[in-house]
């Protein structure tokens, strides 16, 4: 297990976070809740976005609004699939 150190203006942080959260996603397990899984998922898309804004410097409003940070990538002409 890898430590962090959780500097939130380092994108390569916020994508280890990212797929951290991804790989806890994908847990094939009958232990763990669906919406846990689900939660994590949102985690990691969450995080994606999060890189891209911090690498790109811009600023992002403290949220989990997936959509709101979806705006702010739109509002900067930055594309996503």
């Excluded at 809740?33 to 992002?60: R, S, T």
Aim: glycine share 2%; proline share 6%.
């Amino acid at each position: 297990m890898r430590g962090i150190k959780r500097s939130p203006d380092n994108p390569d942080e916020w994508l280890h976070r990212s797929r951290s959260s991804l790989a806890l996603a994908r847990q094939k397990t009958t232990d763990v809740l669906y919406e846990d899984l689900c939660f994590q998922a949102q985690q990691a898309a969450e995080k994606a976005i999060k890189a891209v804004l911090v690498a790109g410097k811009i600023p992002y409003p403290y949220t989990h609004d997936i959509n709101a940070l979806l705006s702010v990538l739109e509002q900067n002409n930055i594309s996503f699939p």
